[in-house]
T-cell receptor, first 111, second 112 residues
Framework: DADVTQTPRNRITKTGKRIMLECSQT?????MYWYRQDPGLGLRLIYY???????NKGEISDGYSVSRQAQAKFSLSLESAIPNQTALYFC??????????FGPGTRLLVL | QKEVEQNSGPLSVPEGAIASLNCTYS??????FFWYRQYSGKSPELIMF????GDKEDGRFTAQLNKASQYVSLLIRDSQPSDSATYLC????????????FGSGTRLSIRP
């Protein structure tokens, strides 16, 4: 079984809808992250969490929110989806040495 | 100027040759450096990390770091078609992973 899982893997939604992307991990890491990837722009950090009670904004948090329900679960919500949020979204966990382990990604299309 | 810069490529290298991928970064306080490989449609996976100036070797891969020049590179010896992918350079600007910045990646193509 994969160490970091993401659901759904693909999602099509309409402008203005609220959606949630979920991430679960079995690696036992405290640190969890949400990134988005756009062609030519690399990976950009949306939110990160170092433990259940710690949530921090990344470089592009506007329009997003997160919830750390447990050490193993970290969800990303788009409150009111817009077309420029169309992207590939990755969840990742990290060790204390900062090595990051990525989930398989969620491909999101906002119409 | 981007914080982490990579040539987007594509970089085309014949099979069996050495592929050289380069990355420059702007923050002199950066402490650790990572190379990830990403196949099309897949998630990034770690190849190597390096903290100290000099070379670090792991199998066919060698990471090179020069903090004075703010430059980190990845050499792939005996390149194989399976090495064809996008290579992402990542730089940790601080003591926590929250300050990791990724470059936009270099697309590498190994031609038979």
């Amino acid at each position: 079984d994969a160490d970091v899982t993401q659901t759904p893997r693909n999602r099509i939604t309409k402008t203005g809808k609220r959606i949630m992307l979920e991430c679960s991990q079995t690696k036992g890491h405290d640190r969890m992250y949400w990134y988005r990837q756009d062609p030519g722009l690399g990976l950009r950090l949306i939110y990160y969490s170092f433990d259940v009670k710690d949530i921090n904004k990344g470089e592009i948090s506007d329009g997003y929110s997160v919830s750390r329900q447990a050490q193993a679960k970290f969800s990303l919500s788009l409150e009111s989806a817009i077309p420029n949020q169309t992207a590939l979204y990755f969840c990742a966990t990290a060790t204390g040495q900062e090595t990051q382990y990525f989930g398989p990604g969620t491909r999101l299309l906002v119409l | 100027q981007k914080e982490v810069e990579q040539n987007s490529g594509p970089l085309s290298v014949p099979e069996g040759a050495i592929a050289s991928l380069n990355c420059t970064y702007s923050d002199r306080g950066s402490q650790s450096f990572f190379w990830y490989r990403q196949y099309s449609g897949k998630s990034p996976e770690l190849i190597m990390f390096i903290y100290s100036n000099g070379d670090k070797e792991d199998g066919r891969f060698t990471a090179q770091l020069n903090k004075a020049s703010q430059y980190v590179s990845l050499l792939i010896r005996d390149s194989q078609p399976s090495d064809s992918a996008t290579y992402l350079c990542a730089v940790n600007r601080g003591s926590s992973a929250s300050k990791i910045i990724f470059g936009s990646g270099t697309r590498l193509s190994i031609r038979p």
